[in-house]
C-alpha cells in the first residue's frame, strides 16, 4: 500500500482558505488582460512602441551599435534583450527585430540588417545566428538624450538593472511606422505615414493648438505605407476615420499597360497593397484563372526581382483594361482594406482610441517634457561644474599658499576649506589637479569656460521659465527631423498616392468575373431550377421528379441575370453562373431564396434592363414596371405588386407598342390605350377591366398600327386591324364586348 500523501504543513484543515470562485478568476483574468494591453500588444502614443520594441531598440543601444559601428550577429543582440529586459522566448524576440529591419513591413526601419531578413512574398528571416544588425538613424533619434534623464526609468523583470518606461522619441514613430496589434477584449491598428508630413502637422498643431483634424488632413493627406500602393477614398471619409480614430483605407495595387505593338498590350502591376503576400497574392489569381472566374484574364506570370512586377496578360487586344483590373480588384487582394484603430496607451497607462490630432499633442506634449528634463539634467551639470571652477580659480590665485598647505599639512582638506571657505567638491577638485595644469594659461581657460557656462545657465534658465521659448525649442527641433526625412529624400518621399476610384460599368464589370456559356434554364410546375449547358431547343425530353412537369424553359447565358416572379408579387434575382447543374432535377428554388410558402413560381426570364413589364393580378389590376426595378440583390427579393389573398399576381408581360388588350374569363376583351396605365415600382396598380364575376384571363400589348393578333388551338394566326377593333377599343376599367369570332376557347392569345 502506497504512502499516504497529505497536504503542506499536516493534513489538518487550518491552512485551506475557501475562494469565491467567481471573484477568483475575474480578478486573475482582469490581471491577465491589463498584463496584455499594457505589457505586450498596444503601442505607448509618445514614442509609438511596444515593450519588446523598445526594449530592442535600448538594448543595442547599451551594446553601442550605433549607426557607424559594426554590426552585431542577432543571436548575440536578442540574447542580450532577453538576459537582461525581456523574459520571453527567442523566436518571439527575433520576430520582432527582424520585422523592425524589414522595409516592406516599416515605413521608416528601426534597425539596419545585413543578411536575409524576408521579403515581401512571405519567407522567413534566416536564423539568428547568420543575419546581423545595428540600429539606424531613426533609433538614434528615439533615443535622443536617453543618457540625460529624459524619461523615466524602472526596474527590469529580475531587479539586476533598469529600463526606460518610455523613450524620448524625437522621432514621430507611432504615426510614421504605424502599429497592430491584438490585446485582451481590445485592438489596434495604425498605418505608416510621410514624416515629413507629421512634421507639418505637428508644427502646426505648436502655432495653433486648437486646430481641427480637417486642418490637420491638409497636412497628413493619409497613410503612407511601405510598399506603396494608390489610397482610393474620399476625402470625407479619410477625415471621419481621424476624427473618430476608426475607419479605414482601401487600398489599390498600382499598374499600368505595357504596349507590345500591333495594337496588343499587358498590364504591369508595380506595387501591392500593404501586408499582402506577393506570392500568395499570385497563387490566389491563378486559382481563379483554372476556376474560370477570370474571363478577362490569359496568364498571370511573376517578373519580380529587387522590384515588383507582376504581369497579367489579357485574353485579348479587345478587352478594356481598366474593366479587366476592377475585375481583379474585386475578386482578388490587388485591393486590400486596411483598418484605423488608433488604440494606444496615454501618458502610457490608459488604453483608449485617440484622434489624430490628440496623438500629435500627446507627442509633441512629450517631447515638450523631455526638453525640460533635459534642461534640468544640464543645468544640475552646469551647477556642479561652475562650482568646481570656482574653487580651481582659487586655488590658482593662492597657488604658492595651496602648495604650501598640501605639503605641510598633515590633512590639508579641512584647513583648505576652513582657509577659502571651500566645498568638499571644491577642495576634492584642486586636491585631484594634475601639476601639468598649473600653467598660467590654464587660469585664463578656467575664466572663459565660466564665463561660457554662466551663459549657458542663464540661457537654460530663460527657456525653463518661458512656455513659448519651449515650443520654439521643439519647433526647431522637429524642423530638424523634417529636414533629415524631406521628401525630397529617397526614403522620405511619399510613396502612396491617392486616387478616385474610375467610374466603371458595374454590369460589365460583373460580367468580366464571369465565363460566358450558352445555358437553358428549365423552372419545374413545383418550383425546381436547373441550367443545361448549351441551348436547347427541344424541351419535351426532359425528365421531372413524378408529379412534377415543366413550368418554363428558355436559353440565357452563364452572365445574365434570372428574374424569378413568384404568386405574391415577389421578385428574386439569381445569376445564370449560380444556378445548378443540369444533371438530376436540379434544386428547389426555395433553398436559394426566401419564398413564403402559400405562393408559387409565377414565371422567370432573363432581365433586360432596357425593358419594361406589364404585371397584372387575378381581379384585373395592373402597372406598368421597369425591369431595372425588379432587379433584387438579396435572398429576400423584392415586393413589386402588393396582392392579399385570394388576389393574386398572375400575368407579366413585355410593353410593347401603344394598346393593351385584356381578355377576362368571361370571355369579353377590352382594348385601350397603353398610356393609360401607370408606371410605377412598387404598388397595387389600376383596374384594367371591369368584371362582375370571375377575373382576368389572358393581357397583350401592341401596336394598333400593326393590328392585334392571336393564334387559335389549330396553329393559325388571326389579325384584326385598328378599324375592325375599333367596337373594343374604349377606356381602360370599362366592362368590354365579346370576344371576336375565332378567338381561343382557352381565353389565350396565344392558343
Not at 490628440?358 to 544640475?380: D, G, T
Not at 388571326?718 to 377599343?729: G, H, I, P, R, S
Request: net charge negative; hydrophobic share 40%.
Amino acid at each position: 500500500m502506497g504512502q499516504e500523501i497529505l497536504p503542506p504543513f499536516g493534513g489538518d484543515d487550518n491552512n485551506i482558505h475557501p475562494v469565491d470562485l467567481k471573484a477568483a478568476l475575474e480578478e486573475r483574468y482582469l490581471r491577465y488582460a491589463l498584463s496584455t494591453i499594457m505589457h505586450r500588444a498596444l503601442p505607448d502614443v509618445r514614442d509609438g512602441l511596444k515593450p519588446v520594441h523598445r526594449r530592442i531598440v535600448y538594448a543595442m543601444n547599451d551594446m553601442g551599435l550605433r549607426p557607424n559601428a559594426a554590426f552585431r550577429k542577432c543571436a548575440k543582440i536578442v540574447g542580450e534583450v532577453m538576459g537582461n529586459y525581456h523574459p520571453h522566448g527567442d523566436q518571439s524576440i527575433y520576430d520582432a527585430l527582424a520585422r523592425l529591419a524589414q522595409d516592406f513591413s516599416q515605413r521608416y526601419t528601426l534597425v539596419n540588417g545585413q543578411g536575409n531578413f524576408g521579403n515581401i512574398d512571405g519567407d522567413s528571416p534566416a536564423a539568428m545566428r547568420y543575419t546581423e544588425s545595428k540600429m539606424t538613424a531613426v533609433s538614434e533619434l528615439l533615443l535622443e538624450g536617453i543618457d540625460q534623464d529624459a524619461v523615466d526609468f524602472r526596474d527590469t523583470y529580475d531587479e539586476s538593472n533598469s529600463e526606460p518606461v518610455v523613450l524620448p522619441g524625437a522621432f514621430p514613430n507611432l504615426l510614421a511606422n504605424g502599429s497592430s496589434g491584438i490585446a485582451v477584449g481590445m485592438a489596434t491598428s495604425i498605418p505608416s505615414h510621410n514624416v515629413h508630413e507629421v512634421c507639418d502637422a505637428a508644427l502646426h498643431l505648436i502655432k495653433h493648438p486648437d486646430a481641427t483634424v480637417e486642418k490637420l488632413v491638409e497636412f497628413i493627406p493619409g497613410p503612407d505605407f511601405p510598399t506603396g500602393g494608390i489610397i482610393i477614398d474620399n476625402k470625407d471619409s479619410i477625415i471621419e476615420s481621424y476624427r473618430t480614430g476608426r475607419g479605414g483605407f482601401r487600398v489599390r495595387a498600382k499598374w499600368e499597360t505595357e504596349d507590345l505593338g500591333r495594337g496588343g498590350y499587358q498590364i504591369i502591376v508595380t506595387e501591392i497593397p500593404f501586408q499582402v503576400q506577393k506570392s500568395r497574392l499570385i497563387e490566389k489569381i491563378a486559382e481563379l484563372l483554372i476556376a474560370r472566374k477570370l474571363p478577362l484574364l490569359e496568364d498571370i506570370r511573376d517578373e519580380s526581382a529587387e522590384d515588383i512586377r507582376i504581369v497579367l496578360v489579357p485574353k485579348s487586344r479587345t478587352v478594356d483594361p481598366t474593366i479587366l483590373m476592377e475585375s481583379m480588384f474585386k475578386l482578388t487582394e490587388l485591393e486590400s482594406r486596411f483598418p484605423l484603430n488608433m488604440n494606444v496607451l496615454s501618458m502610457g497607462v490608459i488604453p483608449r482610441v485617440m484622434a489624430l490630432n490628440e496623438v500629435l499633442k500627446e507627442w509633441l506634449a512629450h517631447r515638450r517634457e523631455v526638453l525640460q528634463r533635459r534642461s534640468r539634467f544640464r543645468l544640475a551639470a552646469i551647477d556642479r561644474r561652475l562650482e568646481i571652477l570656482g574653487g580651481l580659480l582659487i586655488a590658482y590665485l593662492n597657488i604658492d599658499e595651496v602648495i604650501r598647505i598640501i605639503r605641510e599639512e598633515d590633512e590639508p582638506k579641512p584647513v583648505m576649506m576652513a582657509r577659502w571657505d571651500l566645498t568638499d567638491v571644491q577642495v576634492e577638485a584642486i586636491l585631484n589637479m594634475r601639476l601639468r595644469a598649473l600653467r598660467k594659461l590654464e587660469e585664463f581657460e578656467i575664466r572663459k569656460e565660466h564665463d561660457e557656462l554662466t551663459k549657458e545657465k542663464a540661457d537654460i534658465e530663460a527657456l525653463l521659465a518661458s512656455d513659448e521659448k519651449q515650443w520654439q525649442t521643439v519647433a526647431w527641433e522637429i524642423g530638424e527631423v523634417k529636414k533629415k526625412f524631406a521628401k525630397a529624400t529617397e526614403v522620405g518621399r511619399r510613396r502612396t498616392q491617392f486616387a478616385e476610384a474610375p467610374e466603371a460599368d458595374e454590369e460589365a464589370i460583373q460580367h468580366a468575373m464571369i465565363e460566358k456559356e450558352p445555358i437553358t434554364v428549365v423552372v419545374s410546375e413545383k418550383g425546381w431550377i436547373r441550367a443545361l449547358k448549351g441551348h436547347i431547343s427541344d424541351t419535351s425530353t426532359l425528365a421531372f421528379k413524378e408529379g412534377d412537369g415543366l413550368k418554363v424553359a428558355f436559353p440565357a447565358q452563364t452572365t445574365d441575370k434570372i428574374l424569378i416572379v413568384t404568386t405574391g408579387g415577389k421578385v428574386f434575382t439569381l445569376g445564370g453562373d449560380k444556378l445548378p447543374g443540369g444533371r438530376g432535377h436540379g434544386e428547389p428554388l426555395r433553398i436559394m431564396i426566401d419564398m413564403e410558402n402559400d405562393q408559387d413560381v409565377l414565371t422567370a426570364f432573363v432581365h433586360d434592363a432596357a425593358r419594361k413589364m406589364l404585371i397584372v393580378s387575378t381581379v384585373g389590376n395592373g402597372f406598368v414596371v421597369p425591369e431595372v426595378e425588379m432587379v433584387a440583390n438579396t435572398r429576400k427579393g423584392k415586393q413589386i405588386m402588393n396582392v392579399s389573398m385570394p388576389d393574386e399576381t398572375k400575368l407579366l408581360v413585355p410593353v410593347t407598342g401603344d394598346h393593351v388588350a385584356v381578355v377576362g374569363e368571361n370571355r369579353k376583351m377590352l382594348v385601350f390605350p397603353l398610356n393609360q396605365v401607370p408606371e410605377m415600382t412598387r404598388g397595387k396598380g389600376v383596374r384594367l377591366q371591369r368584371y362582375k364575376d370571375g377575373g382576368i384571363s389572358d393581357v397583350r400589348c401592341f401596336a394598333i398600327a400593326n393590328g392585334l393578333s392571336w393564334e387559335d388551338s389549330a396553329g393559325r394566326t388571326f389579325t384584326k386591324n385598328k378599324d375592325e377593333l375599333a367596337e373594343w377599343l374604349a377606356d381602360r376599367a370599362t366592362a368590354g364586348r365579346t370576344v371576336p369570332k375565332g378567338f381561343p376557347r382557352s381565353g389565350k392569345f396565344a392558343g
